[in-house]
């Protein structure tokens, strides 16, 4: 083990002059027009959530964005029914404004030039499309979907990898005023249909087959049977799929048609764009919760184009003309940035595959290759980056990047410090982020002009009111100025609130996922975090409905990771609580799933204990550690608690589509009776010894 959270507020980067670019015009906005005396970051922040001042910094960023309307807003907000501080339901932005979303995607259009870099797994070949031949693609999807009956308001979903045809086929729903909503298509049956059935699409693409992991899998026999019952309702007309040099056999359903036969349809339609208000429902976006259906949140054009642009500009220093490789699948909010980031005006790298294959390097060396500026990953690619033992700046020129970001789950200390350490150059801003599905933004982020330190976010999001609650009182009691961890909230209304849940029509599972805790007026994210008043910046500990609480001691089970990622025999962990109907109390179990070089003994679960109780306290010791052959995670890499918790307390819960591996949950059923295992576990190591 090593003494990683010993010290969680090393330095480990510092603004450049050259860093901060769009904060530093920000400031100077703010100060010649409005006599704001912003001197800082901090003071910037709150000017842009004071109340008084809040609707000033919204209509400056729409203006600095330069987000394209047809007509202008005449105020950056609404005045809401229920008082200035209400938040739901949602407060109308930018009232007045018309615009299209896809139109905003083309405003920096230049005929000629590369607007994306198409690569598949490997990077063997790279593909260069321009903006004629991307604008020319859309008019003719466009085309073709008006002459097969969509019109504005009507559901188009893919369930899709992340290659040229996404990007296109989403563009041309949104330039008539269609819902876009797509799905990866690592999920099964059950999952699709679970989205699908409730928003009742009119078009569904999809792709007969896709290679991921050096593996070429065969999507049609599940397209087939999602498409079976989805054909039932008459909503739907086309499953349209893209097939390469494939054909569909004539009996595999009479609702599918292949891509060119689709295309076919265009009649030479010109591209238009259907001007719409900015808070027009635009995606659909579901929520990764593994148990029961997922929540179809729906996200409105305007809210999600200026947030992405927002995040990029001001969190992650995006500049116009940047080259852009952000890593992820269609299923992930974050395949948003790979479609704002072609508003920039520069290029885009839409990558299909695994970032391992041929090694832990393909995405690196495109970097190299096309001269990437800003990199968006995960913590779990930089930890297994960093767990294969290189270090990419001894090997690749890494000298055009400026920004890599984090997000999905917890950037650790130590992954930190090994980033700048060992991994990469001294100068990339390395940005970790918190946010979520549900905001299509970050709620904490980077700051190109704040110091950086091992272990921590840098700054609560311009024009996001973040504070930290009590999570003992119902009152809202705020703890921001403490270290105290509690509840993540945001105190006053953004744009990127979800326009609505789709199927949800009296709105009551809206206001209950986010307002049911502290009111209307208080939107809980649902996130464990904490502030260094030192430092000001932030720690995240944990989804708030797995904090473990022994013996009425609150931590969240991020501070046991932080602890046992620095184990070189521990190749993964989940840490959860178990309170079963007859226990009185909190019992925090840890699960540790061994690379297969080691084995699990005593000795493990002593060096563990000693770990957590000398980098934390007593009062963090799980009672109990086990080896298992799995830990559950999501399809997005999100490690899985609540259903732990849930199964090890004696529950049945229902297991969706989001779990990558429910196979191994069924491991964890012996745990209900925890007592017997520890005594079966004892009982074998006894037998060891003799």
């Not at 992405?308 to 909010?333: A, E, M, N, P």
């Not at 299909?352 to 690196?364: A, E, W």
Request: aromatic share 10%; charged share 20%; proline share 5%.
């Amino acid at each position: 083990m090593n003494s990683d959270t010993e010290h969680p507020s090393d330095v480990l980067w510092k603004p450049l002059p050259s860093s901060g670019f769009h904060i530093k015009n920000l400031i100077r906005i703010a100060n010649e027009k409005h006599g704001a005396a912003v001197t800082d970051y901090e003071s910037l922040w709150a000017w842009s959530t004071n109340a008084a001042t809040a609707p000033a910094f919204w209509m400056e960023v729409f203006q600095y964005l330069g987000i394209k309307t047809s007509e202008a807003p005449y105020a950056a907000m609404q005045p809401h029914p229920k008082g200035s501080d209400a938040m739901y339901p949602p407060v109308t932005f930018f009232p007045g404004a018309k615009m299209n979303f896809a139109e905003n995607i083309f405003s920096n259009y230049q005929a000629e030039e590369v607007a994306i870099h198409v690569v598949s797994e490997g990077a063997d070949h790279i593909r260069n499309v321009t903006w004629r031949e991307l604008r020319d693609d859309v008019a003719k999807v466009a085309g073709a979907m008006v002459a097969s009956g969509v019109q504005e308001g009507d559901r188009i979903a893919a369930v899709i990898s992340n290659r040229l045809e996404t990007i296109v086929i989403c563009l041309a729903a949104l330039s008539i005023g269609a819902i876009w909503s797509s799905s990866s298509p690592d999920m099964g049956v059950d999952g699709v249909l679970s989205r699908l059935t409730q928003i009742r699409p009119k078009l569904v693409f999809c792709e007969s087959e896709v290679t991921y992991n050096a593996k070429l899998r065969d999507l049609l026999p599940n397209h087939c049977q999602w498409t079976e019952v989805l054909s039932k309702d008459s909503q739907l007309t086309k499953v349209v799929v893209i097939t390469g040099q494939r054909e569909i056999p004539a009996e595999k359903h009479h609702k599918m048609t292949t891509w060119d036969r689709f295309l076919d349809q265009d009649n030479g339609r010109p591209l238009t764009f259907k001007q719409l208000p900015f808070n027009h429902p635009a995606f659909i976006v579901y929520s990764s919760g593994t148990s029961g259906p997922p929540k179809c949140i729906v996200h409105s054009a305007g809210g999600l184009l200026l947030q992405v642009r927002k995040d990029s500009f001001f969190s992650y220093d995006v500049r116009k003309g940047d080259t852009i490789l952000q890593y992820t699948t269609t299923g992930w909010i974050m395949w948003a940035m790979v479609l704002v980031s072609l508003s920039f005006g520069g290029r885009v790298v839409v990558y299909d595959g695994s970032p391992f294959v041929p090694d832990s390097l393909v995405l690196l060396r495109l970097v190299e290759r096309l001269r990437i500026n800003v990199l968006g990953t995960s913590a779990k690619f930089l930890s297994m980056l960093m767990d294969s033992g290189v270090k990419p700046r001894d090997l690749i020129d890494l000298s055009s990047l400026r920004t890599i970001t984090s997000t999905g789950s917890t950037l650790t200390a130590k992954v930190a410090r090994w980033f700048y350490k060992e991994g990469f150059p001294q100068n990339i801003h390395l940005v970790s982020t918190c946010g979520g599905t549900d905001l299509a933004c970050s709620l904490i982020s980077g700051a190109a002009t704040q110091p950086l330190h091992a272990g921590e976010i840098q700054a609560a999001a311009l024009g996001m009111a973040v504070d930290i609650f009590d999570v003992d009182s119902d009152a809202g009691v705020s703890i921001r100025m403490s270290d105290t961890p509690g509840e993540l909230v945001c105190t006053r209304p953004f744009p990127s609130q979800p326009v609505s849940f789709w199927g949800d029509n009296t709105g009551e599972k809206y206001k209950n996922s986010y307002f049911s805790r502290f009111g209307e007026q208080i939107w809980a994210q649902g996130d464990f975090v904490s502030r260094n008043p030192s430092t000001g910046g932030y720690l995240t500990h944990g989804r708030s409905d797995g904090v473990l609480n022994p013996a009425g001691v609150r931590f969240g089970s991020a501070e046991i990771y932080n602890v046992i990622d620095g184990d070189k025999e521990i190749l993964d962990s989940l840490c959860v609580g178990q309170r079963r109907q007859h226990d009185s109390d909190e019992t925090v179990i840890l699960f540790v799933q061994m690379y297969p070089a080691y084995k699990f003994t005593s000795s493990v679960v002593n060096r563990l204990r000693e770990a957590v109780r000398s980098k934390l306290s007593a009062r963090h010791v799980p009672r109990y550690i086990f080896e298992v052959p799995d830990i559950p995670h999501t399809i997005n890499g999100k490690k899985i608690e609540i259903l732990v918790k849930k199964i090890i307390s004696g529950q049945d819960p229902q297991v969706s589509s989001t779990v990558a591996n429910p196979e191994c949950l069924r491991f964890y059923k012996q745990f209900v009776q925890i007592e017997q295992a520890d005594a079966q576990q004892q009982q074998k190591w006894n037998i060891s010894r003799l």
